[in-house]
């Protein structure tokens, strides 16, 4: 005799394996809720189930997505978009101010005239210090992205910076060169001579070992320590260089009035503490040890095949 069984105790037909698949559950919640992450409804690597009872329960949502390759998304820490975004705010500040000091003090800007050494100030200010401060920050805001994609986005905006400091130095250059003026006698051109030269060499350097397919993980994992110190050295090189040249400026062109609180002046000073805000507050989001991008799961496995493939051994060989 061919036994009954209950509805919902014995093994499901097509119709109500379809019907139950397609009900809603936790797992499809957190599918939704992280539409970016490649999530499995079955919570990882665990192959389909063949019966809807099987199903695992997930983990309560702690704020961070599960990954295909069972690593997790990781939070962004409470207080760091509030330092990201102030330091955003003193780089617009200082650029505009830039702009508006030229324009009402400087007569503006213009290439073929006497106005071209002011392309200079603006160029060094956006290049070398705006978008070379906003590169070395986007470890800290492009946290779960692609680690490929966040390598490709700091060395373009390092290139940008780079190709707008170049115009600024030809900018001074050749307004020396139809004024007859000296070249490169003052602190300031010496110190902006050596961070150009080495802000041109750590992009080569950083770019034959990062993005190139050639180094070895070995000699990669030796030389990323000296790529963060320089990086943050010549950023800091380059505020510095700035404020000396701003003081050079103001002496050149108000001389005894500077000590007279001019308008011109006072602005000037403004614009040189915001500034030195704006290398202090990239510095320490920088230096914050919890504040790191975290590495995910794929990003290990990756290494770990690389390494293997231009070293023949594991990493864990060594």
């Given at each position: 005799?061919?036994?009954?069984?209950?509805p919902?105790?014995?093994?499901?037909?097509?119709?109500e394996?379809?019907?139950?698949?397609?009900?809603?559950?936790?797992?499809?919640?957190?599918?939704?809720?992280?539409?970016?992450?490649?999530?499995?409804?079955?919570?990882?690597?665990?192959?389909?189930?063949?019966?809807?009872?099987?199903?695992?329960?997930?983990?309560?949502?702690?704020?961070?997505?599960?990954?295909?390759?069972?690593?997790?998304?990781?939070?962004?820490?409470?207080?760091?978009?509030?330092?990201?975004?102030?330091?955003?705010?003193?780089?617009?500040?200082?650029?505009?101010?830039?702009?508006?000091w030229?324009?009402?003090?400087?007569?503006?800007?213009?290439?073929?005239?006497?106005?071209?050494?002011?392309?200079?100030?603006?160029?060094?200010?956006?290049?070398?210090?705006?978008?070379?401060?906003?590169?070395?920050?986007?470890?800290?805001?492009?946290?779960?992205?692609?680690?490929?994609?966040?390598?490709?986005?700091?060395?373009?905006?390092?290139?940008?910076?780079?190709?707008?400091a170049?115009?600024?130095?030809?900018?001074?250059?050749?307004y020396?060169?139809?004024?007859?003026?000296?070249?490169?006698?003052?602190?300031?051109?010496?110190?902006?001579?050596?961070?150009?030269?080495?802000?041109?060499?750590?992009?080569?350097?950083?770019?034959?070992?990062?993005?190139?397919?050639?180094?070895?993980?070995?000699?990669?994992?030796?030389?990323?320590?000296?790529?963060?110190?320089?990086?943050?050295?010549?950023?800091?090189?380059?505020?510095?260089?700035?404020?000396?040249?701003?003081?050079?400026?103001?002496?050149f062109?108000?001389?005894?009035?500077?000590?007279?609180?001019?308008?011109?002046?006072?602005?000037?000073?403004?614009?040189?503490?915001?500034?030195?805000?704006?290398?202090?507050?990239?510095?320490?989001?920088?230096?914050?040890?919890?504040?790191?991008?975290?590495?995910?799961?794929?990003?290990q496995?990756?290494?770990?095949?690389?390494?293997?493939?231009?070293?023949?051994?594991?990493?864990?060989?060594?």
């Amino acid at each position: 005799m061919k036994q009954k069984t209950k509805p919902g105790t014995g093994p499901l037909s097509s119709l109500e394996f379809g019907v139950s698949f397609l009900a809603p559950s936790p797992h499809m919640e957190l599918l939704a809720s992280c539409p970016r992450s490649r999530l499995s409804p079955w919570g990882g690597w665990a192959p389909p189930p063949s019966h809807s009872r099987d199903l695992r329960p997930l983990p309560q949502d702690d704020g961070v997505c599960l990954s295909m390759e069972g690593g997790a998304a990781a939070a962004t820490p409470t207080a760091l978009p509030y330092y990201v975004a102030f330091s955003q705010l003193l780089g617009l500040t200082f650029v505009a101010m830039t702009g508006a000091w030229l324009g009402l003090y400087r007569g503006g800007i213009a290439w073929e005239s006497d106005l071209q050494f002011n392309a200079h100030p603006l160029c060094m200010v956006i290049g070398l210090i705006f978008l070379q401060g906003n590169a070395l920050l986007v470890y800290r805001v492009f946290r779960n992205e692609a680690k490929r994609t966040t390598k490709v986005l700091h060395g373009l905006l390092h290139i940008f910076a780079l190709v707008i400091a170049l115009v600024g130095l030809v900018a001074v250059f050749d307004y020396h060169r139809k004024k007859g003026y000296a070249d490169l006698y003052s602190l300031h051109s010496w110190c902006g001579i050596l961070v150009f030269v080495l802000y041109f060499v750590q992009w080569l350097v950083g770019f034959s070992f990062f993005l190139f397919p050639g180094a070895s993980f070995s000699l990669r994992s030796r030389y990323r320590p000296q790529h963060i110190f320089f990086g943050a050295t010549i950023f800091l090189l380059s505020v510095g260089t700035a404020l000396l040249g701003l003081k050079e400026a103001l002496l050149f062109n108000l001389g005894g009035k500077y000590s007279a609180f001019e308008p011109e002046g006072v602005l000037a000073n403004v614009l040189g503490l915001l500034l030195a805000c704006f290398g202090g507050a990239v510095l320490y989001i920088l230096t914050r040890a919890d504040w790191k991008r975290p590495s995910q799961a794929e990003e290990q496995a990756l290494s770990m095949d690389f390494k293997t493939l231009t070293e023949g051994d594991s990493p864990g060989s060594q």
